[in-house]
């Protein structure tokens, strides 16, 4: 039996780390995995940043998530 494993893709980009959840929208993480209790401004004005970015560019700041197969 084949199972996977899926997280939402992770990024690194204008200083902060933060995942990308297709259905919830950017969160903020601290380096250990654990989301920021609050996002704020600073954060939101980086996001407006990487959504103007390519699909290449952001493939290039992707750190981490994606499927793992088991």
Known sequence: MTGYM???????????????????G???LKK???PY???GRTFYAVID???????DQKRKCRVGGGCIKF
């Open 26 to 28: 950017p969160v903020r």
């Open 49 to 55: 940043r990487f959504n103007k970015l390519t699909k």
């Open 37 to 39: 209790a609050v996002q």
């Open 6 to 24: 899926c997280s939402s893709p992770q990024y690194e980009f204008g200083g902060m780390y933060f995942e990308y959840h297709s259905h919830l």
């Open 32 to 34: 250990d995995g654990d």
